[in-house]
């Protein structure tokens, strides 16, 4: 038992003090990839997060899916989905929780997190105040858990401030802004002429539920009993809706986002409660006598606030028109998407989403403040107009960045250096290569494999995949819609496609050859060559001859114009680096099949080329001559890890019954391990809430495989991997100049697949 007087003095809570190498604040997604990141290469951080659970607006306390580049799989960012600790951290979810329970990926978080021995995790823990060595140079924050009382004092070496309304950077005295710029600061034609306060507001979430027998609702006192004449869409509104497909409950863009949050809260809770009661008590909804709410959220998820300023700031155009930087660690994929400031109050579209023809980096520069010369910026606060912003503030995007940010954190650490430094002597290229050994998949920025020992080793494969045929064994599909089949055109001339077909009746059917007028890009802007068939009712083949036109090495688009008279073969076989996509509409991601913009707003207008989800999405069957060699050994050592330009990949001939890699050297080589990047289908959404995926582990993923040294010995052997990057390390190094990888079809209708071997 314990007894204390009375103290005429103020007690103070207990202090806590730490001393570490890189403090983050902020545990939403952008906060844990950089607290992982850091770790793994060595480094000791503290993350702070001042809620109970990590994942910010994708935890359960907001439920909101983590979304970035692929964009539900409505744009035209193929093979797109971001990679390094954000793709781990999704595929875990999607092992674990294919369903898209919010409470599971808080576990998947807390997992990833508390299993790194380099990461001190506070939680429920709010920084409330910054110290100063100099005005550009911060030496501590302070902190306050509202669970043990306890006040910590935390020093470190370098801060990356992940909060998203930038407390840190905001108390350190960093540059910021809040709002929209005027049209002319940035020559950025979306913009308007003048500068605005209006933003992005929050959102709240509910969850129904059907119970066994009737419900009652009756509204709190607070609740908005007339939504039906003050909220316009209220009338899109079903019975059905819940979850993240309520995005469009969004208030608070005419105030200040931070300072009157509490304020925005109720009034989204007003909404919501109002909203509730007009499903259950207006008798405009049908089968709604059983619905109750299971949960509403009590934490708003905010878009926008603070944007600090960095060495860049990155602008409309940029994301646009694709611009490369030298100093690219990120990419982004999401398009312009901006809302109504008025939110649920305003008669405008809910969103106004203006996407890019592909995916854009993102420097450097803009997770760096100008000012302050240990300061990282990580996630929606990070150096962007606000029209850039639209883009760059999707939580995926965040994350990628987030884990950039880590590994830089990490590296100054290393060196002794300052974040700006790392942008002098060629260290930006040793960044950008530590992050794609992991998979970071920084766009047309391939992986340094000089040094690596593979570049100096012969590649045997048991056999390689020669694309001559995607055999005819799936149903028949009807061409209500345009469908096409990307394929990875080598230069030179192409091939001879032959298709089987069935019609109706008597028709005409168009096929027509396009490329995207960027090689790198998914976006079917020039056509190569246009065909007209007559075609009887019945069964029948039909060869498209393009074998007179000469193409570039990049993805080619072999279209089927719609008729609905005609169906076409499918396949049930499933490659690495192959795609059918439809010109289809989207509306989630204002997709109308086709965006159609006046070039005086900066905007490109042209079709969208998208594909459909699992079980769905099967190839067009056809016939290739001469044959696409697209999956050469040779692939395994390009750097890249993912399709772009060209497959990327060695694929095992399908009949092949024991497919292996054999890496020799001329003469024996300390092997300590080796990585191995395997293909999980980067064109593949994986929403981490809500949706419910058909695939626990991605169709295309080698479960299964070994390394053996030549006289057959077991080095490592792995059952049910689902993950992208495997990282081996032997108990031992191995002294050997040969190394063998044996691996296991993932299916009879998919052959295995490895994009890149790292010999280390």
Sequence with gaps: MKKEAFSPSLRQNRSVKHNTEIVIAGGGLAGVCAAIAAAREGSKVILIQDRPVLGGNASSEVRLWALGATSHMGNN????????????????????????????????LLDKVVSEANITLLLNTAVYKVNKSSDTHIESIEAFCSQNSIHYHIKGNYFCDATGDGLVAFNAGASFRIGGEAQEEFNEKLAPKESSNELLGHTIFFYSKSADNP?????????????????????????????????????????????????????????????WHYIKNSGKFENTENLTLEWIGTVPGKRESR?????????????????????AVSYGGWAIDIHPAEGVYSDKPACSQW????????????FISKDIDNLFFAGRNISATHMAFGSTRVMITCAHGGQAVGTAAALCQELNLKPKELLTDGRMTRLQNRLNRFGHGI????????KNLISQAQILASSELSLKNI???????????????????????????????????????????????????????????TLDFSLSAGEQSIELDFSDVETTQQYAFVIFHSNAEVEIKTSGYRVTGLLSVFNKVHKAVSNNGKQEMDPVFGIDSFEFWTPER????????????????????????????????????????????????????????????????????????????????ADKIMPFCVQDYAIKTKSGEVLFSQTQNYQTVNKVEFDEPLFSDEIIIELTHPSAHTPAALFEIDVF
């Design 355 to 366: 996407h890019s023809k592909g995916v854009y980096q993102i420097p450097y520069r803009c």
């Design 77 to 108: 960012n193929r093979w797109s989905r971001e990679g390094g600790i954000i793709d781990e951290i999704m595929l875990d979810n999607l092992r674990r929780n294919k369903e898209g329970n919010p409470i599971i990926f808080d576990t998947v």
């Design 443 to 450: 766009p047309n920025m391939p992986l340094d494999t000089s």
């Design 614 to 693: 699992r079980p769905k999405g099967h190839n067009i069957a056809m016939s290739i001559q001469p044959a696409l060699t697209a999956y050469s050994a040779d692939n395994l050592r390009n750097g890249y890890m993912r399709p772009w330009l060209q497959t990327n990949a060695w694929v095992a001939e399908p009949k092949d019954p024991n497919p292996s890699i054999t890496l020799k050297w001329p003469e024996k080589k300390q092997i300590t391990g080796l990585t191995l990047h395997f293909d999980t289908d980067a064109d593949h959404a994986l929403e981490t809430v809500w949706m419910h995926h």
């Design 471 to 529: 055999p005819d064994d799936g149903q028949w599909l009807t061409l209500n819609q345009a469908a096409a089949q990307l394929l990875p055109f080598s230069a030179g001339n192409a091939s001879k496609i032959t298709v089987q077909v069935k019609a109706a009746a008597q028709t005409q059917l168009r096929c027509e050859l396009r490329v995207s007028e960027k090689p790198y890009n998914y976006t079917p802007d020039v056509s190569l060559k």
């Design 307 to 327: 944007r600090f300023e960095g060495e860049y700031m990155i602008k409309q155009q940029d994301i646009v028109e694709q611009k490369e930087f030298d100093d």
């Design 215 to 275: 419900v009652e609702f009756i509204p709190p006192s607070y609740a908005h009993l007339d939504v039906e004449n003050t909220i316009p869409r209220s009338k899109i509104m079903s019975e059905d809706d819940d979850g993240c497909r309520l995005w469009w409950i969004e208030y608070g863009g005419i105030h200040d986002t931070i300072h009157e949050t509490e304020e925005i809260k109720w009034e989204l809770w007003r909404i919501v409660y109002g909203l």
